[in-house]
């Protein structure tokens, strides 16, 4: 840290993403990336001739993107909003709408603290039950900006939507943001929510199911106002924030939806059939709604395998946080990748 450094700064703690090694090849099942490529008609669209168009300025209204999404989800463009992946769009949010302060899960994404730090905004953590689930009730009257991850991240597993509209009835005049990176691998999403409640978003992402997570290409649905205030932010920091290849893949991978949705179904599969294994390995096993599971086995602590499987070239993500710290997480891969997972798991094991 540098003397320049504004002092507010002083005790920010920054987010740590997954590993990106370079070293060796690794089997990747770490940063819940999808295991297969963007679809041929992204490939089509970001070519040689548009990446000679690179010396022009994209659109900062996104307007063909935009537009297309309003399309696929039933909702005008005024309802849509667009930035540099889902992080950017969180980020905006806790310096729209946390005067009031937040709340979120004790165990959830870990990069709503940071934003949370960074913003001054203050913040409570309601525990998980032990099972890991979230109890609903713990948001009901929060009486804060409420920040649920649905499904929640680590853990896989969701709410109904029963739940997501009572906690966002109980809190008229706070916003809700539902960050839904993970709904298409299975849980319901609160994107129909938002025509009746002035005070929710949904927050989504094409880095998962849209296999586009180095595009950088995140969007929110929301009531008009909500997403007015967003663009007022982003207008007031870079209005260029998505380039013009990732509007064009953005776009293009809407247009092909069918390839993507046949993806998430064989990633519900291969999670079905790893989950089994685990378990009869003599693993507990969340019930994730993602495209990644939550595994601790008795046998081992978590840390432990987590390093073993990187030494043998498979890597998952271990979390220090106590709750969760015997378990490791699991990106749902290709099958084979995850028969290699597998038979690492059982050579560990002996
Ligand atoms: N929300 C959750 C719950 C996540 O796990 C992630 C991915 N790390 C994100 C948001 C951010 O995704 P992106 O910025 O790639 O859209």
Redesign the pocket.
Known sequence: MSRYLSRRFDGLEEYI??EQPQDRTYIKLN??ESPYPPSPGVLAAVNTAEVARLNLYSDPDARILTQALAAQYGVEPEHVFLS???????NFCFLAFCDGGAMFPEV??G?YPVYAALHGVAYETPPLRPDLSIDPADYCSAGRTVVL?NP??QTGLALPLSDIERIVQSNPDHVMVI?E??VDFGAESAVELTRQYDNLLV??????SRSL?GA???FAIGPAALIADLNRLKFSTNPYNLNRLTQLAGAAALAEQAYYDENCRRIRETRARTRQALLDLGFTCTDSRANFLLASSPAIPGGELYRRLKDRGVLVRHFTDPKIENHVRITIGAPDEMEALLAAVRAILG
């Open positions: 993403p997954g940063t819940n540099n992946g889902s992080d950017d769009i969180l959830t994404y990069f991850a929640n991240a960050d990176a993970y927050v989504q992402t094409f880095s998962k997570a950088r290409l995140g």
